[in-house]
């Protein structure tokens, strides 16, 4: 059935088939990004403009690397050296970089709502590199094949952990509105004043401690303190003891199932949420996701473009 919508705006509200279309889709890119030549004309003859207003190593460097093995023009555009420190909306903005011609517009934004507002004002293509606190696809997207990769099912016999910022986390949201359609069986854990007050409507578990937390785990994933989306309700004391309350170290990962995976977004805060110790361990999955992160954003590109037509 495959995904025939014009945007990727986020997971939630996705059917279980569109989600897979996606990774089965990045499996073949998979396989052409380890060939000696990672070429394909996908998107040949197409403009894709990386529209960042928020910092970003990872996402944006693999939509970049992602769209120009697909053949297109790749341009990258970031906030700080533009017009928008001249007063100019975000609207009008996308509307000068779809004028340019441009066929998918990958945007990153402060604000939740952003992706979709851009999506509403042009015929372009967005996709929601992350959205303020919202949503954040293409990374849960990822995640969702690093964790089927390593032989773990998309379903209710899956236990992943979800640990740190969930409040402020658009990774967090992304990928338990997919766990939960998908019926995994996710628990959450943070400082209660990193939770979102209506943590409910995830309809997850929430864990007392982190070793209830990582017990019999199949999938840990760790996030980072979001700090950069300034709240003062839910500063923290100090990072030792935020990693001595709820940082991954050795004797806690080892609580979870003898072959489980530790995932984490990126950037890692080594020695506050996570230890060396288990990032840089072969539990860790950590560069897989990097790696797959490609696949899985030629596999949003070559889809988007295809509906276009
Ligand atoms: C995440 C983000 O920006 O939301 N990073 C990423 O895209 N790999 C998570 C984070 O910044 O902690």
Redo the contacts with the bound molecule.
């Keep these: 059935m495959g995904y025939k919508h014009k945007d990727l705006l986020g997971l939630s509200g996705l059917s279980k088939a569109e989600i897979l279309h996606f990774l089965d889709c990045a499996d073949e890119f998979k396989a052409l990004n380890n060939q000696e030549i990672k070429k394909s004309d996908y998107l040949r003859g197409k403009t894709t403009i990386n529209a960042f207003f928020?910092n970003?190593t990872?996402?944006r460097t693999s939509f970049e690397i992602a769209a120009k093995r697909l053949g297109a023009d790749a341009v990258n555009f970031s906030a700080s050296s533009s017009s928008v420190n001249k007063g100019e909306t975000l609207i009008d903005t996308i509307k000068n970089m779809a004028a340019m011609k441009s066929d998918i517009i990958v945007l990153r934004h402060p604000n939740s709502g952003a992706a979709l507002l851009a999506a509403q004002n042009t015929d372009a293509c967005i996709v929601n590199a992350?959205d303020g606190m919202n949503e954040?696809p293409s990374?849960a997207l990822l995640d969702l094949y690093t964790i089927r990769e390593n032989g773990k099912s998309l379903d209710k016999n899956t236990s992943v952990a979800i640990i740190g910022d969930i409040a402020r986390?658009?990774?967090a949201r992304s990928n338990i509105w997919a766990m939960k359609n998908f019926n995994m069986d996710v628990r959450l854990f943070g400082p209660a004043m990193m939770l979102p007050k209506d943590i409910d409507v995830f309809g997850c578990k929430v864990a007392k401690n982190m070793d209830e937390a990582c017990e019999g785990a199949d999938v840990i994933m760790m996030?980072?303190i979001?700090l950069e989306r300034g709240d003062a309700d839910v500063a923290f004391p100090s990072s030792r003891e935020y990693c001595k309350f709820f940082g991954l170290n050795k004797y806690r990962a080892n609580l979870a199932k003898p072959d489980a995976i530790i995932l984490h977004?990126?950037?890692i805060n080594r020695g506050i949420e996570l230890n060396s110790d288990v990032a840089d361990s072969n539990r860790s999955v950590i560069l897989n996701q990097v790696e797959n992160g490609v696949a899985i954003r030629m596999a949003i590109l070559s889809t988007l473009i295809k509906n276009r037509g």
């Design positions: 928020e970003s990872r996402t992350g954040h990374q986390s658009r990774v996030l980072r979001q977004p990126g950037p």
